[in-house]
């Protein structure tokens, strides 16, 4: 087995096709619903690339991160991608960006990122 790993890796490195764990986006599954996301927190590392997989399963809903620039909307049924690489650590409260009734202004996401 450790005869195939190597030729694996010679293989890769001579081809220039290494992919770093940490190059690839992390992909997070987050579900919208009145008047909530889940999950209400996330933690990711700064510099790592994130995908956020959101599920809308009663409305139309958004999701805005004011101070990193970010915003993405799904319909109801759907999914939406919303896909970035944090650049500074600190916490990023997220909000639905679409109104969806009378709780839309308490629907907040936290983000956490860390070194």
């Not at 909307?73 to 896909?83: D, F, I, N, W």
């Amino acid at each position: 087995m450790k005869k195939w790993m190597l030729l694996v890796l010679c293989f890769s490195t001579l081809t220039g096709v290494i992919v770093r764990a940490q190059d690839r986006p992390r992909r997070i599954e987050v579900t919208a619903k009145r008047f909530a996301y889940e999950p209400a927190e996330i933690t990711v590392k700064k510099g790592q690339p994130v995908v956020f997989v959101i599920r809308s399963i009663d409305t139309t809903h958004g999701l805005r991160f004011r101070e990193l620039n970010l915003n993405v909307t799904v319909s109801k049924g759907r999914t939406a991608e919303l896909q970035f690489k944090p650049e500074k650590t600190g916490d990023f409260v997220g909000s639905c960006s679409v109104f969806c009734g009378s709780g839309h202004g308490t629907m907040t996401l936290m983000l956490h990122v860390v070194p």
